[in-house]
């Protein structure tokens, strides 16, 4: 399509501008919308009862980055009782070592400029990620692009993950900034693949993007992945070598409350619904995920469609994992970008809406708190934001087309 439009007349393009107009005026209003709802459910969400620690605006995970830091530069264990005794609510750093050497900066700020300045960041790289992933829908508002900008990362605040993430401190969308800027960008001031490492060796899960890399035939920028978390990896050992040991032989493969319904991973839905033995099924689903996922995530990139690649390995990463909590699914946002297009369909904006409707809907705290007698609708709210992303993944496999 967009090659069919460079080739018309100035006059042919600006009827077509035109004729898709009352598609990006449905976007502005489904991002409209969309922010507003998300201040609703997140009115609903924090006006409940819940335990004091859900009451308060304090940003938990950060916490328990901040303490591993602390932990790390005082020579103690991250993983034991040092970092627990400085939390109010004693949270388990589950990270490798070096996640703590990479947090320790940001133990020289109190719990206030911490928690404002990583508030901060991750709304700029929230800002980053959307201006990259859906440049071809704001590129179209011209001067109104910075406006269309701030709307649209409202919207994309709206959503259940994207709350939860600032809510909690989280470091998901750092994260998928790393993948996005080091896939997506055409030129890098940095070696290609150095961000992917980064990323990789304080969480694994991104390390899904090293074969993607790889396989997308960009070698050197595998090698650069491979080599940034090797390296830092190392300097973990070397700056903790107990707290590594432990990690690499025994915290890696002890995940914390899988059966939990805010983990929406293929293993956690799986366990959920399955009373007896369910590895199996485990290990067939993700190897079905990762084998179609993977071969149609690089079908797409050698295609020229980068951002639907990137969108697939990303929710690819999210299934397997054997957790993936309902903040960790930020890579929804890539792929409402891949739906929404150039914004000039209408009905792929409807789709798009009605997906990111279903995440600011909060439907898994739906089954789980409002349902008490439980029942197949309550697992399958529950079970929901983990199903929709399976759907997606399917969904971004193929043309998109309704």
Known sequence: MARVLDEQTPDARVDADRASRPATALLATSAVVLVGAGVACAFWM???TPPPPLRRFDLGDLAVYRAAGRAITHGRSVYGSYVHDQLRVPLPFIYPPIAALLAAPLTYLGETPASLVWTAVNVVLLGVVVRICFAPVLDRFGRRAPIALVVAVGAMAALSPIEDHL???????PLMACCVLDCMLPRTRWPRGLLIGIATAFKLVPGIFIPYLALTRRWRAAGVAVATFLGLSLLGVAVAPSDSWQFWTDKMFQPTSPTFFTNQSLEGILERAISGPWRLAWVASVAAVVTFGMWRAVVASLAGDE?????????????????????HLVWIIPALAVIVGRGSDKRRIALAFLLAALFVARLPYVGHDELHERGALASLLEDSFGLLCLGVLVYL???LRL
Not at 167 to 173: A, D, E, P, S, T
């Open 397 to 399: 496999t193929e043309p």
């Open 307 to 327: 951002l639907r690649g990137v969108a697939i390995t990303g929710l690819v990463g999210v299934l397997i994992s054997p957790v993936s909590w309902i903040h």
């Open 167 to 173: 809510r909690f401190g989280q470091v998901g969308i």
């Open 46 to 48: 924090y006006h409940r």
